[in-house]
């Protein structure tokens, strides 16, 4: 049986596996994620957090009101399972609004707990054990587990550095009469590159060619630089029912601890999607959506101001990284950074990161994480950079030690 390698930077744990019986083989075919085990060892050794991408400053203020506004008003029991009315009218405008994307709230958009629980329910609502997924890797560890929990197989396919694009012959290669989805994720965490419109057509002919599903992360789509843009491969031709797009307000309102996310997809596939969320989940925190039915409403300079700001975040980022020895490779988009560590000399970069957190005093996150053959990213860490700039001066002074 595939599993994903063991890959923890903490001490096993003191469990004894004595009732194999009682633990299903699908939970033992993968580890906990290595990302947020980082920020856990980061606070034990007090470590500047530059692992796990959440933002260490305030939510805006006028979604913090509404959220308390909407308790007080008692939106406090179930919102309707796929979702707050005022939310998904709201998503469907804005997706108007930002892409000429037109979406039926009552029966194509499903508001979830995060686009965490959205490319889980999306993946288990599409997948059959034996069916095959393609993963651009490195990947969003998520991806590992999502589809092994639905039972799918994985078809990895290398993005290469030094500007993450991908052979298009390995892509088509991928591809076969099994294949379900590709999973696409961009703006891209690790690499932070945004796809471009030939790259996004390309998939999008392999998508039609073999009769199969994008599914997209966009929970980066408003942090660009460098007059990239990001284009919804739903948008291209015969992509409107093949895609299932996954978002949230997570990344884009910095609210990553409210879990308020959604699934858009043609009406069938909506249908199971909201099976499988309504059995998961049942919906997420009501007042929150009334929360994130503002945020739809918030005006274009909102977005255009967040993409400058984690820009001029991006080039201090470069600048204590190059400044410290790592080598950067390119980013335009979301908001990491994947730095080469070969010049430090350490056989890997689980060990490296273990020097970096334990004795330097900055956590990030260790490259083979974002590999299925660790090999691959032994020589790679990622930082984030969506902390506040006093964050990032920290970690410069520490960074100096190393
Ligand atoms: C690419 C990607 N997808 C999904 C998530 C999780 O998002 P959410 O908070 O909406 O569950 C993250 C969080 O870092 C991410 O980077």
Request: charged content about 25%; some cysteine.
């Amino acid at each position: 049986m595939a599993s994903i390698a063991q890959k923890s930077l903490l001490a096993p744990p003191d469990i004894p596996n004595r009732r194999p019986k009682f633990r299903s083989e699908r939970t033992l075919r993968f580890t906990e994620s290595v990302i947020r085990e980082m920020t856990r060892l980061a606070f034990q050794h007090k470590a500047v957090n530059l692992a796990q991408g959440f933002p260490d400053f305030p939510a805006p203020q006028i979604l913090k009101d509404a959220a308390r506004e909407a308790i007080a008003k008692d939106v406090n029991q179930y919102a309707i399972t796929w979702g707050a009315k005022s939310f998904r009218d709201g998503i469907a405008a804005k997706y108007k609004r930002c892409y000429g994307l037109e979406f039926d709230p009552e029966r194509e958009i499903t508001v979830c707990c995060g686009s965490t629980e959205g490319m889980m329910a999306s993946l288990m609502a599409t997948t059959n054990a034996g069916d095959e997924i393609v993963i651009f890797e490195p990947h969003y560890e998520n991806y590992g587990p999502d589809t092994l929990l639905s039972s799918a197989e994985r078809k990895f396919v290398n993005l290469r550095p030094p500007d993450w694009r991908f052979d298009p012959a390995e892509l088509r290669a991928a591809f076969s009469k099994n294949t379900k989805a590709i999973i696409l994720c961009s703006p891209n965490n690790p690499t932070g590159r945004v796809f471009e419109r030939k790259e996004l057509e390309i998939i999008g002919e392999l998508c039609q060619e073999f009769d199969c599903l994008a599914i997209t992360d966009e929970i980066y789509e408003h942090i660009t630089y460098d007059g990239a843009q990001h284009i919804p491969i739903m948008t291209l031709p015969g992509m409107r029912d093949r895609t299932v797009i996954v978002n949230s307000l997570s990344k884009t309102y910095a609210v990553t601890g409210w879990r308020v996310g959604w699934v858009l997809a043609a009406p069938d596939l909506s249908d199971s999607i909201r099976k499988v969320h309504d059995f998961l989940t049942v919906g997420a925190a009501s007042p929150l959506q009334e929360a994130g039915a503002l945020a739809m409403t918030l005006p274009d300079e909102y977005y255009t101001h967040l993409a400058v700001d984690y820009g001029a975040r991006r080039d201090v980022m470069i600048g204590v990284l190059n400044g410290a020895g790592f080598h950067c490779y390119q980013t335009n988009g979301a908001y990491y950074i994947m730095a080469d560590i070969s010049g430090f000399g350490y056989p890997d970069d689980m060990e490296f990161a273990r020097h970096l957190i334990e004795d330097v005093g900055v956590a990030a996150v260790p490259g083979s994480s974002f590999f299925e053959n660790p090999e691959q990213g032994s020589q790679m860490i990622r930082f984030c950079y969506c902390k506040k700039y006093e964050t990032l001066e920290a970690a410069k002074a520490r960074l100096e030690k190393i």
